[in-house]
């Protein structure tokens, strides 16, 4: 049977997934096309060969007995009220991270989720890069020993990106900046290698680079993960150019007491324990895939869970731990204090 699905948000993240349906064109179709630009949504069924239907009406797309999953790729403020309209209507939902405002929302939104049955999906395509896997089986085999201390970075600069007034510039319509929007990126990477996170410590600060931002684009922050390890992060999107040399432009290392792991240049190992690794930093010749593929990736492994009743590795329930890590590194910049992270 065809999975029909319901596009709502025509924008950047839904043009990354369409090469998703493109790969998977015999297990699912697009059937509708929803923004509020009509133009965009029109652009975008006349890519699928024009027979999705267009609309800038979301609960249209909902409403209709013909979509049997939606996609969600709109602002971070309709997020909330979109899933919990999907769930009313017992659709399955595929939907962009970040997952919600703060984790109030999220919360409800996986309640009503889990009262439906229905499949609840988060796109936090990182965790489906191929390279991604790899890496978490050496770590779970202790290949570089237990894992000590972690670094993550990234470098963007948002004006370039997107005009003055985009959506992404307000605090009231994303719930945040980099920290929110980018940083939550190797955030739930990082708990998928290394587990959950106990406690943060954050700064950051509005650079005015980014004309009319009103929310952070610079962060600096500590985590403390459950097993011990202590992990670093900088992230801004006020880089003029970006410095780091790996195949999604952040900077992952991972520090062991066998070992290490990094992505510079594509990915490397040293190892005490494992032959081929025992001689300084080692290629592991990974694909370091373009970045593209996990977005074909998330949406395959999304389509596998619709079809088969599979729940997703990136699931509504999973995502929380990753929300709350998010909500507690902006409770640390407002306390001036480190936080503990909610149990979700």
Request: hydrophobic content about 40%; some cysteine; glycine content about 8%.
């Amino acid at each position: 049977m065809t999975i029909r699905v319901g596009l709502i948000g025509c924008g950047l993240m839904a043009r990354a997934h369409l090469p998703g349906y493109e790969a998977s064109r015999n297990e699912a179709e697009i059937v509708m096309c929803c923004d509020n630009n009509l133009q965009l949504a029109r652009d975008t069924s006349a890519k699928l060969g024009g027979t999705a239907v267009v609309t800038t009406d979301w609960q249209s797309v909902i409403d209709n007995p013909q979509v049997d999953v939606v996609d969600v790729c709109a602002p971070h403020f309709l997020h909330a009220p979109i899933i919990l309209a999907a769930a009313k209507a017992g659709k399955h939902v595929l939907l962009e991270k970040p997952m919600a405002m703060n984790l109030a929302e999220a919360r409800e939104m996986v309640t009503a989720m889990d009262k439906v049955g229905k499949v609840f999906m988060v796109a936090q395509n990182q965790r489906y890069l191929p390279e991604h896997a790899p890496i978490k089986k050496w770590l779970d085999e202790g290949a570089i020993g237990r894992v000590i201390a972690a670094r993550i970075d990234g470098n963007q600069f948002l004006s370039k990106s997107y005009p003055e007034g985009h959506w992404l510039f307000s605090k009231k319509l994303a719930g945040g900046g980099v920290i929110r929007t980018t940083a939550i990126h190797k955030i739930d990477l990082m708990r998928s290698f290394l587990g959950d996170v106990r406690r943060v410590t954050a700064l950051y600060s509005t650079s005015g680079l980014n004309p009319g931002m009103d929310t952070e684009d610079i962060a600096a922050f500590a985590m403390e993960f459950e097993s011990g390890a202590i992990g670093e992060a900088f992230f801004t999107f006020a880089a003029y150019q970006n410095p780091i040399p790996t195949a999604s432009h952040e900077l992952v290392i991972l520090y062991g007491t066998k070992g290490m792991i990094n992505n510079i240049n594509g990915w490397h190992m040293h190892s005490t324990e494992v032959e081929g690794y025992k001689n300084g930093l080692t290629s592991m010749g990974l694909p370091n895939a373009d970045y593209g593929q996990s977005f074909v990736h998330e949406v395959k492994h999304f389509l596998d869970c619709v079809a088969n009743g599979k729940t997703p590795a990136t699931s509504g329930h999973d995502n929380l731990k990753t929300m709350a890590i998010i909500e507690a590194l902006y409770q640390s910049v407002e306390t001036g204090k480190t936080t503990l992270v909610e149990h979700t």
